[in-house]
């Protein structure tokens, strides 16, 4: 009954058109002022407790060091890179893009960041060489998306925050993935262009190819920063997020020379106010999910889901169904905090392994960038090519569908997140 009542009151709130983490917050007040005898000193010191955690630290730093790397021309490099090598296959700056993606995916872990850098720099390319508009858009949104899968990821160390999984793990066991979904939307991105015959880039020596690398260099030495650092213990992911940002300052700044130390301000600030919208809505979250365990409801879920002889394949067919639905309402930050702290639980008692349940929430979270209402990555590709949703919506329906191919794949075959941190004898 108390669930009904907690979901019931929170989803009144959202339909008001009041922010998510506000509707959270007054939820949970709401709830346990007239609800419950919980004292509010309880509360105060659980959204004390509940963002002392050493890894949200890593958050504002990959914020960071995504909007160093945006503003400081290492997007472009790697655009020149991809399209020297790629460039010379049937929809060449498609292709680029989605490698570009891919790279800048790598440094930044943030899905709108990776549109706006590599979109707005390939997107008037692709135009003004004859490719149509909504092929591009197409491919840039849905590419965009392998900024929250690729390591690093925001939304990972959101869920390893959640669920008290280990953020080195989920980095590892997203590089096979993100890989795998890059060639898949690449695939698709070069049927497309043969079939319509879509125009070819020149083939570029290795002369070119070898000096767009060394241009580029500065900028994909950050993935080896960060993913290295990590697997060989050097530091630990958040001591990773705080180093990538440094480094990354130091190549925008001093090494490519594209940002002046009086644009450092701005890029400061504008980290900070994301960083303190995506805190707030942790400490929403963080009381929430309080709210959920004292009343005893993940328990409660898995005790009924257990009762029912539910199989593993059913339980995950349907966090997979509601995760999509989430991701009509709300943004991935939001879902993750909400639904993981209540669908945890049930998962571990069900024997499913807690870092493939966070890449299998994590792809959720990518197909939610791409479609309307809330999909983040529509927007901002929106806002670059000047089309309306529903004409973005239905560009990027080709890749889109790849995706949810992917999730089952993902889902399904936890070997494909595993293998590699398995491998390198980090579970």
Not at 59 to 68: E, T
Request: overall charge neutral; some cysteine; proline content about 6%.
């Amino acid at each position: 009954m108390n669930a009904w009542i907690i979901f019931t009151l929170l989803i009144v709130l959202m339909l008001t058109g009041m922010p998510i983490s506000i509707s959270l917050g007054l939820t949970v007040l709401s709830f346990l002022f007239f609800m419950t005898n919980v004292p509010i000193e309880a509360v105060a010191l659980k959204l004390f407790t509940g963002i002392e955690k050493f890894e949200i630290m890593a958050i504002p730093f990959f914020i960071l060091a995504g909007n160093f790397l945006t503003h400081g021309g290492v997007a472009r490099r790697m655009i020149n890179f991809a399209t020297a090598m790629v460039g010379h296959h049937y929809g060449g700056l498609g292709l680029a893009g989605v490698l570009a993606c891919a790279l800048f995916a790598a440094v930044s872990g943030s899905s709108p960041a990776t549109v706006v850098a590599i979109g707005s720099i390939i997107l008037p390319a692709m135009v003004a060489q004859g490719f149509p508009n909504r092929f591009g858009a197409g491919v840039i949104t849905t590419s965009g998306a392998l900024g929250i899968l690729i390591p690093p990821s925001i939304v990972m160390v959101m869920y390893a925050v959640s669920t008290n999984t280990s953020v080195g793990q989920l980095f590892m066991a997203g590089v096979v993935p993100g890989l795998v979904l890059a060639t898949m939307l690449g695939l698709v991105t070069w049927y497309k262009a043969w079939r319509n015959d879509y125009p070819r880039m020149p083939k570029a020596s290795w002369v070119e190819r070898l000096r767009t690398f060394r241009e580029s260099a500065w900028g994909l030495l950050l993935i080896v920063v960060v993913i290295g650092g990590i697997y060989t213990g050097i530091f630990t992911p958040t001591e990773a997020a705080a180093m990538s940002a440094v480094y990354a300052f130091v190549v925008a700044v001093f090494i490519y020379k594209d940002m002046t130390l009086k644009q450092v301000p701005k890029v400061l600030l504008d980290s900070a106010n994301m960083s303190a919208m995506l805190l707030y809505i942790i400490t929403n979250a963080v009381l929430f999910s309080f709210l959920m365990t004292s009343e005893n409801i993940p328990q409660a879920m898995a005790g009924w889901i257990i009762e029912k002889n539910l199989s593993i394949w059913i339980f995950l067919l349907v966090v997979n169904i509601l995760l999509l639905l989430a991701g009509n309402v709300m943004e991935p930050s939001s879902i993750v905090l909400i639904m993981a702290p209540i669908l945890f639980p049930v998962a571990v008692k069900l024997g499913i392994d807690p870092v493939h349940f966070g890449i299998l929430i994590t792809v959720n979270m990518e197909v939610g960038m791409c479609h309307p209402p809330v999909g983040l990555n529509l927007y901002v590709a929106s806002g670059i090519t000047k089309m309306g949703i529903t004409e973005l919506t239905v560009a990027v329906w080709p890749w889109l569908l790849t995706m949810l191919v992917f999730l089952v794949m993902v889902t399904y075959w936890p070997p494909l997140s595993l293998a590699l941190p398995k491998m390198l004898g980090m579970m």
